[in-house]
């Protein structure tokens, strides 16, 4: 251990980071599970959907931003935080139009999977039934913004990793809303092998002619709950050693 | 740029003048909010042309103007009336009335509220709190601010301006030239202190500044134990040494008058009784920072302002208090620029007001990096309160200790209040540090208080039984709103009026904030409505709690308070609401089936189902 390699622990569980991770990353590395929607390991963090919100030294901050430090205490699945989270999924199932039977990413769908892994059984909130748009103009690329969680992955993907900023916010507060670069997505420069088109935890944006394709029960999350496969290395490291 | 210029002249294209516009402020896209008002000053509004002009011109995606210009209230995406009505819509200004003023212009105008009047004259809304508690009901008229209405004042208005002779059928601005009856706002400046609005002459602090080495200015303020006056409390000292140590090509130094707290409008009364005293101090921090630049970022509602303090920093230029070699201090160059924000109380928040500054929209940052790091054009950038800068003008003029000598040995000083609500003399009042609320609702005249909203609607509800409880960062802390509500007034509906501020208000950025809000808001309701069970109250503070410990920045992390300090507080005014049933659903059956009810009773539908 230097300064490069340290280690902080998580719900006791001692955790090696390296400087520059976060503490998403280190405990990712480590084969930890940490639940999080709007967090993707090839996107610069956003911090919109607080999922992954940890007591880090007594205060609350997102781990997919925090900077992994040594010595840090953190707790992530504590009875209370796990609530909050089943909390926050259940604000954004209540938030949009989440009609799983009918969807094409049923059992592909991070929001779902994660109410699951969380212990949602059925929303308390009142649901608030939005006006959304659909916009299918696009050949290969289909919109439906009634599952969308505004989670900005795609913002981040098409501005990053595209180069193109096809996608961003609009307005504010509950009325904000994503938004593309033209009146119809086909007059946008996004094409189906975009990081954008393929980033959705939900089933917002979608390719065409593809769902339904994966018969149910071999579906991703038919097969292990979310996050299995990074609590898969955790396993594979104990087997190791 | 001037706030004064004139339409452009005929035969110009609107992209023409659009592109004269984005050259005018260097192409720069972080300088986008003052490209984005200046059009919106000269064409009335933001259309779809104006935005793919301002892209164009900024080499920026359409779509990303669009995401930075859709976040502020006051940039409209629709054109609207020549004469646009926002009515501050506060606890305070409805029990003084607002609704019955709302109503008139309403009238006056034939434009519903929410709405634009079939001529296209006029535009009537209800805004968030326009900083002029003291004055309520007050509205703003195109950024002119008019206050203490009445209805019969608000018909007064409406039929003068009708008539005002312009030809220039654009939305107009302050300096515009147009003469709006009842434009004014009282300064209301009710107890000045000992501190800031002392009587006697003050010293030269800058000049006592530039004295001292960087570094000791910085210990003078930790000295003084000087702590932020925007109502968290961070120690002025501390914010500055980490400020300083934060290697940099630049420094900046940023003044937070972004004053948008339901009840508050101290900063509003400085800046307007002594705004000298505020860029003093931020001469100072320019000084103490090593920093050349100075930015105040004044709330869209206070454009009124904007030309008296752009004539202060004038002459502060032609003293040599500001500028090159400032203060005869060879190769000390500092000015001050003010940003004009754009409606949007988060901004209020020191990461969003950076990113407002930076030309984008509002969200909050994620921290760390901390501003004092990572700032303004990701440069350490040290953000106070308008009154933390009056403050530091003081110590310097006269000592640290002096100025610990006031307040308790926490919350040193003075503290500036916006007393309003029900009491005879709203306005501000700078006390020591310390003083209980009783001893200052016996300042305000006020001998029968039902409760009180320290802090603002983030801040806390105090009932009698707390009422020896000091302001102090110890105990009440409080940016400075202070609304009182007599006998007769109902929590309740003072705290519907604040979860609706929050749920407005809410940037959208984090879940907990941007759903939380509206569900709180949605959750109360249908306990003011007695639909309400104790395990409604119960979840609803369990929401409320969530809410609190998952949201991103203080926006979403108070939002909930005015209901759980209220729980806690003023338990019986949910009990009296609640039904006894163990569960009442959300849904009123014969409510949710009326529109039906009625179209079945319709002749012809009747007849149809006979047939």
Same mark, same amino acid.
């Given at each position: 251990m230097n300064e490069d390699h340290f280690s902080f622990s998580l719900d006791g569980v001692e955790v090696t980071a390296t400087k520059g991770q976060t503490i998403i990353e280190a405990c990712d590395a480590a084969g930890i599970y940490i639940p999080r929607l709007c967090? =993707? #390991?090839e996107l610069e963090p &956003?911090? =919109?959907?607080?999922?992954?919100t940890c007591k880090i030294d007594g205060r609350r901050s997102s781990a997919c931003t925090m900077p992994a430090a040594a010595g840090m205490v953190v707790e992530s699945e504590t009875p209370e935080l796990t609530a909050d989270r089943r909390m926050l999924i259940e604000m954004l199932f209540v938030e949009g139009n989440h009609v799983c039977p009918s969807c094409e990413k049923s059992g592909d769908c991070e929001l779902q999977a994660l109410g699951t892994r969380l212990g949602? &059984? &059925? #929303?308390t909130q009142p649901y608030l039934l939005p006006q959304r748009e659909l916009d299918a103009s696009h050949p290969d690329i289909f919109i439906d913004r009634n599952r969308c969680v505004l989670c900005s992955r795609c913002i981040r993907a098409s501005r990053m990793v595209d180069g193109k900023s096809v996608f961003a916010l609009e307005g504010r507060g509950i009325h904000m809303r994503l938004a593309i670069d033209a009146k119809t997505l086909d007059e946008t420069t996004i094409a189906a092998a975009d990081k954008a088109a393929h980033v959705c935890p939900v089933g917002c944006i979608v390719i065409k002619r593809t769902g339904f394709k994966t018969p149910y029960g071999q579906r991703r999350f038919d097969q292990a709950p979310i996050g299995s496969d990074i609590e898969a290395k955790r396993h594979s490291f104990r087997q190791v050693k | 740029m001037a706030m004064t210029e004139q339409a452009p002249p005929a035969g110009v294209s609107q992209a023409a003048a659009i592109d004269a516009i984005v050259r005018a402020f260097g192409c720069d896209s972080t300088r986008l909010m003052d490209i984005a008002q200046e059009v919106h000053r000269r064409l009335g509004w933001l259309s779809d042309a104006s935005i793919q002009a301002i892209a164009a011109g900024l080499g920026m995606h359409v779509v990303d103007v669009e995401d930075m210009v859709s976040f502020y209230a006051f940039l409209n995406r629709a054109p609207k009336g020549r004469f646009h009505i926002r009515l501050s819509k506060t606890p305070v200004s409805l029990m003084q009335g607002a609704a019955e003023v709302a109503q008139a212009f309403a009238d006056a105008t034939g434009s519903a509220i929410g709405a634009t009047s079939p001529d296209g004259e006029f535009t009537v809304e209800w805004t968030s709190d326009i900083g002029m508690g003291d004055q309520e009901p007050s509205a703003l008229i195109n950024g002119t601010v008019v206050t203490a209405l009445s209805p019969q004042d608000a018909t007064a208005i409406v039929a003068s301006l009708r008539h005002s002779q312009q030809a220039n059928t654009l939305p107009l601005f302050p300096g515009a030239g147009v003469a709006v009856p009842q434009a004014r706002v009282a300064s209301s400046l009710r107890q000045p202190g000992p501190v800031l609005f002392r009587p006697d002459a003050p010293g030269d602090g800058l000049g006592a500044a530039l004295e001292l080495s960087p570094e000791r200015v910085i210990e003078t303020l930790t000295k003084a134990r000087l702590r932020g006056r925007g109502g968290a409390g961070f120690p002025t000292g501390l914010k500055w040494k980490l400020c300083r140590q934060s290697i940099s090509e630049a420094h900046h130094v940023v003044c937070n008058a972004d004053e948008g707290e339901p009840g508050t409008f101290k900063d509003r009364v400085l800046l307007t009784e002594a705004p000298d005293l505020v860029f003093e101090g931020m001469t100072i921090a320019g000084h103490a920072l090593g920093a050349r630049h100075g930015l105040v970022y004044l709330r869209g509602e206070y454009a009124y302002l904007w030309q008296s303090l752009q004539e202060v920093l004038d002459r502060r230029r032609r003293s040599g208090l500001l500028g090159r070699d400032v203060g005869g201090r060879v190769g000390f160059d500092f000015d001050i620029r003010i940003q004009l924000g754009a409606g949007a109380y988060v901004c209020g928040e020191e990461s969003s007001l950076i990113e407002s500054l930076q030309g984008k929209r509002g969200a909050p940052r994620d921290r760390p990096p901390f501003p004092t790091d990572r700032g303004y054009l990701e440069q350490p950038t040290a953000v106070d309160n308008v009154e933390t800068f009056a403050c530091v003008s003081r110590i310097m003029q006269s000592g640290a200790e002096w100025f610990a000598g006031f307040g308790t040995h926490e919350s040193t000083g003075t503290k500036l209040l916006s007393l309003s609500g029900d009491c005879p003399r709203p306005g501000v009042v700078e006390v020591p540090f310390g003083i209980t609320i009783n001893e200052l609702l016996d300042l305000a005249g006020v001998p029968d208080a039902a409760f009180v909203q320290v *802090? *603002?609607?983030?801040g806390q509800c105090v009932g009698p039984k707390d009422y020896g409880r000091r302001i102090a960062y110890e105990d009440l802390s409080t940016g400075g709103s202070i609304m009182i509500f007599g006998p007769g007034r109902d929590v309740l509906d003072v705290i519907r009026q604040f979860t609706e501020f929050f749920a407005d208000e809410s940037c959208g950025w984090c879940t907990p904030c941007r759903v939380g809000t509206t569900l709180l808001k949605l959750n109360l309701d249908k306990i003011l409505a007695e639909r309400g069970t104790l395990a409604d109250v119960k979840a609803l503070e369990a929401l409320g709690l969530t809410v609190t410990r998952m949201s991103r920045c203080g926006l979403g992390q108070t939002a909930a308070n005015p209901i759980l300090s209220t729980m806690r507080n003023f338990p019986q005014a949910y009990e009296a609401r609640l039904r006894p049933e163990p569960y009442v659903p959300r849904l009123d059956l014969d409510e949710a089936l009326a529109e039906a009810t009625e179209i079945r009773r319709h002749p012809q539908a009747a007849g149809e189902e006979r047939a």
């Open positions: 967090y =993707h #390991p &956003a911090g =919109h959907c607080r999922v992954c949602l &059984a &059925a #929303p | *802090g *603002g609607p983030s």
